[in-house]
């Protein structure tokens, strides 16, 4: 079924985060079990209804390794919206957004929107407190998120924040109206054509 709008969102962290697990919750409302890694990057879409308009996001999942860091620099620049992941068990991992910042500073479009999430809130073992989160959060100016994949705790509404930060900066350029009001499809992604594709 066509769409009437595009928007391509990307994954960023450090491997082990939780970023395919926050895609497969997102898009398949399904749990990842095991560690498997991404190899290189891989995606997935998903439908959004807006006031009867469809939109169509497409998420990419890149993997963490150093060794992948060419293979994922060249999709920063087609990026609308990025989703920068840490997990809150792991001190390097926060430690690490910055890095991750940079890189979008580096290779991505300017008008790239970002949010930041903190996944793995269901954990025991936290070492990255919910409050320097929002600190970092702010320090960048842009929203947080702290998740949990296992459970859906915020995951649809860290991707569907980003939608619409993607979405009312397409307004602002002057790009046909879209209304505001958003809802998740139930459409498999199986089903759907590829549509309005930039890349």
């Known amino acids: 079924m066509a769409c009437d ?62 060794r992948f860091q060419t293979i994922t620099q060249q999709y920063y620049r087609s990026a609308m919206g990025i989703l920068m992941v840490y997990d809150v068990t792991s001190e390097a991992s926060f430690q690490n957004i910055s890095r991750w910042n940079e890189q979008i500073s580096k290779h991505a479009d300017k008008d790239v929107q970002r949010v930041l999430v ?55 350029e002057d790009e046909p109206y879209i209304p505001d009001s958003l809802s998740l499809s139930k459409d498999e992604p199986s089903k759907q054509r590829a549509c309005c594709v930039r890349q």
């Open 118 to 172: 903190g996944n793995k809130a269901d954990a025991e073992d936290i070492a990255v407190a919910v409050g320097r989160g929002q600190e970092l959060a702010e320090k960048y100016g842009i929203p947080f998120f702290e998740t949990s994949a296992w459970f859906g705790e915020n995951v649809n509404q860290a991707f569907i924040k980003l939608a619409e930060m993607v979405i009312q900066q397409r307004r602002r």
């Open 5 to 66: 709008l595009f928007i391509k969102l990307m994954m960023i962290g450090d491997s082990g985060v939780g970023k395919t697990a926050l895609v497969l919750k997102f898009v398949d409302d399904t749990v990842k079990h095991g560690k498997l890694s991404t190899i290189g990057i891989d995606y997935k879409t998903k439908m959004l209804w807006m006031r009867g308009k469809r939109v169509k996001l497409q998420v990419w999942d890149t993997a963490g390794q150093e």
